[in-house]
Every structure is written in structure tokens, then in C-alpha cells.
């Protein structure tokens, strides 16, 4: 007897890159998009295409994908932002997958970065697994509100075929959402008392680049590579630096 799976998706203003998504994910049961305040027409294309759409303010990434997985109808869910799909290769898998009862609860696959024109197969960009699809009886979504994660004790499986992200963000665009990220994430640190020293801010960069580039061939993926991993540095060194901002007095 096969498995049921959900499709949730969080989505606000996604109109113009939703409708891919949603294409990759026909073969689910369901699909549910919670959407926060979307004035794009998002809600009106999610639900011509068949969606159950569910209205939440922003709670943070982590607990709005909590949220959305808790307004399934099924158990099994697969976790989607609305800037990715599933491949052929991925949806064949899944649905193989789960036309018995899967031997394990979770499981990971890999996501394939699109970058600057690029497909990016190595460094940060690839093979960058991502926990996606799980029985949410036996896992969760993390509070954090940004880097939110799927955490469960369970042993997990690996899915063969990509998951896709194709965002689309100008290099602007891109670079102001991980500002936000990185004040985010030192935001979070501060609340755990996190320290930082001098040595973190400068040998955290430091160490990224030579795994993310060096030991993981990102110098293979061009010049995009090259301008993906050295944002991803740039990113440890300020999210430090904003935690040490946060635990000063002026």
C-alpha cells in the first residue's frame, strides 16, 4: 500500500516563480501553500492550480514551515520553497519511495544551486543535502528564524535526483537577503550568549574558503563559484562581527 504525501510550500509574493514549483509536484496528494500576505496574485495562481492555500502571518522560516506541514493532511510531507522543483530523476524516486512503507522516516537529497547563470555542481553549491521529506510524526522543523533545519533522532535515507533552486535574485537582491540573514543568525547567537573572538572572525572565512573552493573544487564552477563561496565567507565574517556589535555597550 503506497504512502500519501503532502506538498507544503511557504510563499509570500511568489507569483512569478511558484508556477514551476508547482508543475515538479503534480504527482503529490496534496498540495498546501501557506502564504503571508502575498499581493502578487500568489494566492490566486496557487489555488487555479489546485492548492489549498492557508493564511499566516510571518511566525520566522522555521516556524512557519512548522506551521505549513502542521495544516497537511497527510503525515508524509515534502518541503518545498517556492523558488524550487523537483526533478524528473527526484519525482521518480519519491514516488518509488513511497509506494510501500519507506524503511526509514526522513531523508535527504541533494539540491543543485542555480547562481549567476550557472548551474553550480560543486563547493557550496552542490551537493548541498537538504532533509526535505519526512514523516512529520518522527521530525520537525527547527524555531530558528533563518538556516531553519529538520531535526529528528530517526536514521536518515538518501534520494537520489535534484532538487532544483533556481531563485532568480539579481546579485543585489541576493547579497541583501543574506545581510539580513547574517543579522538574523547573530541576532540568535547573542540570545545564547554566544562570544565571539578575533580569531573566529578572521580564520572562519578563512577555513570556508579553502574547504568550499579548494578540497570541494569550487574553482570548477567558474567564476560564479568563485563569487558564490567568497559571499558565503563574507557571510561567517559579518555574522560574527554583528554578534560582537550586539554584545557591546556604546
Known amino acids: ?26 504527482f ?17 495562481l496557487a489555488e487555479s492550480q489546485g492548492c489549498r492555500v492557508v493564511r499566516q502571518t510571518w511566525l520566522g522560516f522555521g516556524r512557519q514551515k512548522q506551521f505549513a506541514v ?26 518509488k519511495l513511497l509506494a510501500q512503507p519507506p524503511l526509514r522516516k526522513a531523508y535527504r537529497m541533494p539540491r543543485c544551486n542555480y547562481f549567476m547563470g550557472r548551474w553550480l555542481r560543486h563547493g557550496e553549491g552542490y551537493p548541498d543535502p537538504v532533509l526535505r521529506l519526512f514523516d512529520r510524526r518522527y521530525a520537525a522543523w527547527s524555531d530558528d528564524p533563518v538556516h531553519e533545519k529538520v531535526l529528528t533522532a530517526m536514521p536518515l535515507g538518501e534520494l ?22 547574517t543579522t538574523l543568525q547573530a541576532e540568535r547567537l547573542h540570545q545564547q550568549s ?25 574553482f570548477l564552477d567558474g567564476m560564479p563559484g568563485l563569487i558564490h563561496i ?4 563574507w557571510n561567517s565574517a559579518m555574522k560574527y562581527a554583528k554578534l560582537y556589535s550586539l554584545s557591546r555597550d556604546y
Open 194 to 218: 554566544v562570544t565571539v573572538s578575533a580569531a573566529k572572525i578572521i580564520f572562519s572565512p578563512a577555513f570556508r574558503f579553502i574547504k568550499m573552493y579548494v578540497f570541494r573544487l569550487g
Open 70 to 95: 502542521q495544516q497537511a493532511s497527510h503525515d508524509w510531507v515534502l518541503c518545498l520553497d517556492a523558488d524550487e522543483r523537483v526533478s524528473a530523476e527526484l519525482r521518480t524516486n519519491i514516488l
Open 160 to 181: 537520489n535526483g535534484d532538487l532544483l533552486h533556481e531563485s532568480q535574485d539579481t546579485l543585489d537582491h541576493y547579497l541583501t537577503k543574506q545581510n539580513r540573514y
Open 1 to 26: 500500500m503506497s504512502e500519501p504525501v503532502s506538498v507544503v510550500i511557504i510563499a509570500y509574493n511568489e507569483a512569478v516563480r511558484l508556477s514551476a514549483c508547482l508543475r515538479s509536484v503534480k
Open 28 to 44: 503529490a496528494d496534496e498540495i498546501v501553500l501557506v502564504d503571508s500576505g502575498s499581493t502578487d496574485g500568489t494566492v490566486e
Open 230 to 233: 567568497l559571499i558565503g565567507c
